[in-house]
């Protein structure tokens, strides 16, 4: 029974590396630096969080409604970590996303008093000498929980460095970007990076990462991307964009979230050049007027979540997950991911095709409804 | 559950209102009356109206909608002569230019100021074949964008248009509305809500001469199949060699039959043993824990 940091005695073995950066923490695989997308059941999907220095492309459902939350948890877990953010949309006024972030539940640990007139434990008693997490962890809390009925304090927004980008001061695009919307966001996050200190090439020790958020990257206000055929080579925009965008977030301390609506592209290949330009690319599938809403297996879900493509970052193997099939929820106050577990097969609902072969008996005016059970 | 949401948005009483509403029909059934239906409830409300007309001239227009009973104001863009200006080097309206500063003169020289209006386009399709679709697309969000526009609504044609085009504007649209060619005639609309929800309905509706509709829920067009029917049920019972009904005396006997397990729950069970002759009775407790 330690009276360490944390309720759990496990200690990491090897040099404690002392993590400087507020909201990061080091894998467990492969002592990489993470971050949280907000979500826990993302993060776990990850491999324990989004590693710095990776991008994330999340194909949107086809109404904008889950993708956005998820921007939204991303942007409000860098809001509560201090992360500097840069944020860009032209389908809507970015002030109007980062306005609505979900708060967190979890108060500042300098508020609260612990309590230490609780309850006597009566089954756990051993605990009982054991000090509260709370008090020694301070700021550094990986992922919080966020609750979507509440709007995040404005006073929290403005007291991060974030900057929003609305597509209305552009530059004509050069060499493989020639849409200049695409170039001008470019050189926005570059000179953010730059102005940060960020890159790896500069050689004093970093102390906060940036979060960078593309809302509805490819929809078409941007482009033609989602044109039928590549027309004029206008697609070479976009992809050259998000190759260069992962360049950029690789050589310096950020993390890139883009969300491209692809149900729009009506030619498949661009979706897959974008894959392989990413790094964790997932797609999201919504239940909403589709025929999937009304099938009893999807009953309590809200859509069916792809993953893609999971890259394997500084490791030979990228995160191994044991199952395949993964659900999203959106209940009133959060969204998770889930496994979508089948309901069992019980005898009487299987139908057993071998059977159908056999004999129908009955009279030949009856159409093939008749149940199999009727002789014993 | 009849949520009447076509009713909603052609009274114009959904709130907020739709900042764009697209409204598509096919060659086979038009959705021009659907509009008119729209237009008069916005003119009821005293808006100013700014339409834009490809097909219809505006005289035609006004007369079908009798103008002169409302309160509200009706601007006309005439793009039926000569849109592209090879009569005449002034024509009315150059659909060539982008969409959103041909709707946007007429503003301007209106009354300024913070007076909201009503943005209609009359076939999207036929403005489609004079610009650029990026720039045509751009100039929609820019007009259902800006301060002093209410509402744009959009009609277009479902099959004429090239189907990228037309699931960008779908898109970007706040509302959509399919008019379908069914008798009666109904409409599948789509209501995208600001704050993330999305409602969706297959309703049937009349209009009326006076450009009045009623709306009612639609039947669904697929009945899942019953899995029994009476009458197989009847032939299935004289299949079998038994015999599963009750008449009504058995099922008061039925009823009336007290179970041994109710019976001992109202009375109280009582446990008779009597022990073998290999049997160790003792009455002691070795535990010593029972509190009888």
């Not at chain 1, 609750?147 to 597509?167: A, F, H, P, R």
């Not at chain 2, 001239?57 to 007369?63: D, L, V």
């Not at chain 2, 409602?199 to 029994?228: G, I, M, N, Y």
Request: aromatic share 6%; glycine share 6%.
């Amino acid at each position: 029974m330690s009276h360490g940091s944390s309720v759990s005695s496990f200690q990491k073995k090897g040099k404690a590396k002392l993590v400087s950066i507020p909201g990061t923490r080091p894998s467990l695989h492969n002592a990489q630096l993470l971050i949280s997308t907000g979500l826990p059941s993302l993060d776990y999907l990850l491999g324990g969080g989004l590693a710095v220095g990776s991008l994330l492309i999340v194909e949107e459902d086809r109404y904008d409604v889950y993708s956005k939350l998820f921007l939204k948890y991303f942007l409000a877990e860098g809001m509560m970590n201090g992360h500097m953010t840069t944020l860009a949309s032209l389908d809507m006024s970015p002030q109007s996303i980062i306005s609505d972030l979900p708060s967190s539940g979890d108060t500042n640990p300098d508020d609260t008093a612990v309590d230490m007139t609780d309850t006597q434990m009566t089954i756990a008693w051993r605990y009982q000498n054991q000090k509260s997490q709370s008090s020694s962890i301070s700021s550094n809390k990986f992922g919080h929980s966020y609750d979507l009925t509440k709007v995040m304090n404005s006073s929290l927004i403005d007291k991060v460095d974030v900057e929003l980008w609305d597509g209305k001061i552009t530059e004509e695009g050069k060499g493989m970007v020639k849409n200049k919307y695409y170039w001008s966001l470019l050189q926005f996050i570059k000179k953010r990076i730059e102005s940060g200190n960020l890159s790896t090439s500069f050689n004093k020790a970093k102390t906060n990462v940036m979060r960078i958020a593309l809302h509805s990257l490819g929809s078409p206000l941007w482009g033609w991307e989602f044109s039928q055929h590549e027309k004029d080579h206008q697609w070479e925009s976009l992809t050259a964009f998000i190759y260069m965008l992962r360049a950029l977030v690789r050589s310096s301390f950020s993390i890139g979230m883009v969300t491209i609506p692809s149900h729009l592209f009506v030619d498949p290949a661009l979706m897959s050049r974008l894959t392989t330009a990413g790094d964790f690319v997932v797609r999201l599938e919504s239940f909403q007027g589709s025929e999937k809403e009304t099938n009893p297996v999807f009953k309590d879900y809200h859509g069916l979540f792809h993953i893609v493509k999971l890259s394997a970052l500084n490791s030979l193997v990228p995160p191994l997950l044991d199952s395949t099939d993964w659900v999203f929820r959106l209940k009133r106050r959060s969204l998770t991911i889930e496994r979508l577990h089948l309901p069992p097969e019980l005898s009487e609902t299987v139908s057993r095709d071998q059977e159908e072969t056999v004999t129908k008996s009955g009279p030949a005016c009856i159409g093939g409804k008749l149940p199999k059970h009727l002789d014993f | 559950m009849f949520k009447n949401i076509l009713g909603k948005v052609l009274k114009c009483s959904e709130t907020p209102i739709p900042r764009f509403l697209l409204l598509t029909d096919t060659s086979e059934v038009c959705g021009r009356g659907v509009l008119w239906s729209i237009m008069q409830s916005h003119l009821h409300n005293n808006a100013s109206i700014i339409y834009l007309s490809t097909e219809l001239s505006p005289e035609h227009i006004k007369s079908s909608l009798n103008v002169k009973e409302s309160n509200g104001k009706l601007h006309f863009h005439d793009a039926t002569v000569d849109p592209c200006g090879w009569d005449n080097d002034q024509p009315n309206v150059n659909v060539a230019q982008p969409l959103h500063n041909i709707m946007n003169s007429s503003y301007v020289k209106g009354s300024g100021g913070t007076q909201k209006v009503v943005m209609v386009i009359d076939r999207l399709e036929k403005i489609a074949l004079y610009q650029d679709p990026l720039q045509l697309i751009r100039s929609l969000h820019i007009l259902a964008s800006e301060e002093h526009v209410q509402q744009l609504i959009v009609l277009s044609g479902r099959d004429v248009l090239p189907e990228n085009i037309l699931s960008a504007v779908c898109h970007l649209a706040s509302a959509v509305v399919y008019v379908l060619p069914t008798t009666p005639s109904s409409c599948k609309v789509v209501l995208k809500k600001p704050s993330g929800k999305v409602l969706k309905s297959h309703e049937e509706f009349t209009l009326t001469p006076d450009l009045q509709v009623q709306v009612r829920k639609a039947q669904s067009q697929t009945t899942s199949p019953s899995t029994t029917d009476p009458e197989t049920d009847a032939i299935l019972a004289a299949q079998t060699t038994f015999n599963l009904a009750l008449t009504d005396d058995q099922r008061r006997a039925k009823n009336n039959l007290l179970l041994p397990h109710t019976r001992i729950q109202s009375t109280g069970g009582q446990i008779h043993y009597t022990p073998d002759d290999v049997d160790d009775w003792d009455d002691d407790d070795p535990d010593d824990d029972l509190d009888i």
